[in-house]
């Protein structure tokens, strides 16, 4: 098959645990002749990466003169590895490589960028990150095409004046690692004290302005006044840092992630922007999870028709969408479980993910 002998650079700032980085490794598993370079250290996925012996550069950036140097070692990397096509994930990549693009004027290796955002809200995050947007933006004509994960972040960019072709590949979730499991519900359950009855709250996503764990946690409190039973359950990146209220269990950054879901009844995202294709989401659903989301980037067309879409920063609309869920009767509840997978399977599966990389990788190099 054409796209197996397709040579993919894949760069991405780290391979930390989060959305980009799960998609990235999932498609590379498949494709064993591609190969991932790093920006800066980091390996959430070392067990994964060592099993499917994918091939990893690390370029260690620590500082604005490694980083200078960085540049000169990654221009090595492409060259030595003669790649068909580079994929840049995310901005600081997409960047870079135009800017490596630009160097080398006798560079025609096709650039793929990788964007996975939507309405970002940069006021709440660094001057850097708002000059390397804007650069991106200048330099936007440069890559082949611009693939983003949702059809929100293709029109917010869009709107921002990112000129070139822009597609749409959506997130592709594990259909088979993100499914319920009765004995480690149970397992988890036990380990944290949680009955088995206890309807469980779930929300993943990194400590973050973006992901707004405080209206969720002000909606929590005003729950527990009418459901006393009622568990919220945070998982993600520095999480483990959030001030503690009763009946909330702060997880931090877990790699067993599928546990905490088969462990749970409802997931939650109350991103308050930013938002492109939320991957915690789809696999909370894929695990047979209701779902609760705000209309930020593609949830509305994640959840479909099922569970509930709120308006972001909204307690009193938080609050009604759970409590209306809490209130289903049993076979509704179950039944809403069973929906919420059913729209994952046919819809967001990872086979199809990968096979819409690997047609467009094939599309490329035909050119």
Known sequence: MRTKQIRVLHLISSLQQGGAERQLIE?????????????ISGNAFENEINNNKIQIFDLKTKSLFSFIINIYKLNRIIKNNKPDIINAWMYHSSLILALIKLIRIKNNIPLIWGLRCS??????????????????KFYSYIPELIVNNSEAGLNFHKNLGFKN???VIHNGIDTSRFLFNEKIRNNFRINYKISKTAKVLLCVGRNDPMKDHDTLIKTFKKLKRKFPSVILLLAGLGTENIKNVNNMITLGSRRDIEHI???SDIIISSSAFGEGFSNALAEGMSSKLIPVATKVGDAPHILGNIGRLIKPKSIKELYRAIKDIL???????ENQKKLARKRILNNFSQNKMITSYNKLYSEIVDK
Do not use: G, W
């Open 27 to 39: 498609l590379v598993k498949q494709n064993k002749n591609h190969i991932i370079c790093q920006l």
């Open 119 to 136: 309405n970002m809200d940069t006021s709440h995050y660094s001057m850097l990150l708002k000059i390397v947007i804007k650069c991106c």
């Open 165 to 167: 072709k822009h597609i």
């Open 261 to 263: 879901y088969s462990a």
């Open 327 to 333: 209130e289903l009767d049993n076979d509704s509840f």
